[in-house]
């Protein structure tokens, strides 16, 4: 039997599809916690914590280690898509939480014929949880999920060439990170940034005339670029 790469679709197969569904089950839940943990905040002020560059953001999301804090559906699928459509092998993922959006991106890599993740997860025991779903899933062997500060963890030790991004930790370290991955970016090199208004200075970046970047939003809160 002739076997093409790109003929199968692990996302939507046994066991990721089984084990999606409960994931986003369980991040719909955790999305009411996540109200009641803002719930006195106004919108402006829930803003202005999010996009803060000296918010004790290690404060916050040890209160939140609890809280899926996932991408939605949507832009899980996208990645899915994005990271097929440009047969990405090299991923890098500032933010994994449980690891939903992981496991679409490791989907993918799985079905262009191999590659590695690498992710990074500031909370200990979300690593451990983010680790058991990739495991689950039968996707272990394609991600390693670096714990502690992105800003170190994602400093040492990347692929030569990065063919995707994932922002979705700290909005306010959208900017440095990007700095720490920028010379390893390539001519078309996607960068998914998820609640990228909260982060207006790699917002600024990514959009500017003759920046090195073309970006445009996707649904309500998520910016897609590539790199020119």
Same mark, same amino acid.
């Given at each position: ?139 272990? $062997? *394609? %991600? ?5 500060? /992105? #800003?170190?963890?994602?400093?040492? &030790? @990347?692929? +030569?060439?990065? $063919? *995707? %991004? ?5 909005? /306010? #370290?959208?900017?440095?990170?990007? &700095? @720490?991955? +920028? ?17 207006? &200075?790699?917002? +600024? ?24």
């Amino acid at each position: 039997m002739n076997h093409h790469i790109g003929s199968t679709n692990t996302l939507e197969a046994a066991p990721v599809a089984i084990l999606l569904t409960r994931l986003f089950h369980e991040a719909t839940e955790s999305d009411a916690k996540l109200r009641e943990l803002f719930g006195a905040l106004s919108p402006e002020e829930r803003a202005r914590r999010m996009s803060d560059p000296n918010a004790d953001y290690r404060e916050f999301y040890g209160r939140a280690k609890e809280l899926y804090l996932a991408v939605g559906p949507n832009t899980a699928k996208l990645l899915y898509l994005l990271a097929r459509a440009t047969k990405a092998r090299a991923i890098v993922e500032f933010g994994t939480s449980f690891g939903v959006s992981t496991i679409h991106l490791a989907a993918a890599v799985r079905d262009n014929g191999g590659g590695c993740i690498i992710g990074s997860e500031l909370q200990p025991t979300k690593v451990v949880q983010a680790r058991a779903n990739l495991a689950e899933a039968g996707l272990a $062997d *394609l %991600v390693e999920i670096r714990e502690g500060d /992105a #800003l170190e963890t994602l400093a040492r &030790d @990347l692929p +030569a060439t990065i $063919d *995707l %991004v994932l922002m979705d930790g700290h909005k /306010a #370290l959208y900017p440095r990170i990007l &700095d @720490l991955l +920028a010379p390893r970016l390539r001519t078309g090199t996607c960068l998914v940034a998820d609640n990228a208004d909260a982060s207006p &200075d790699y917002m +600024a970046r990514v959009r500017k005339v003759g920046g090195g970047f073309l970006s445009v939003p996707f649904a309500d809160d998520v910016e897609l670029s590539i790199k020119l």
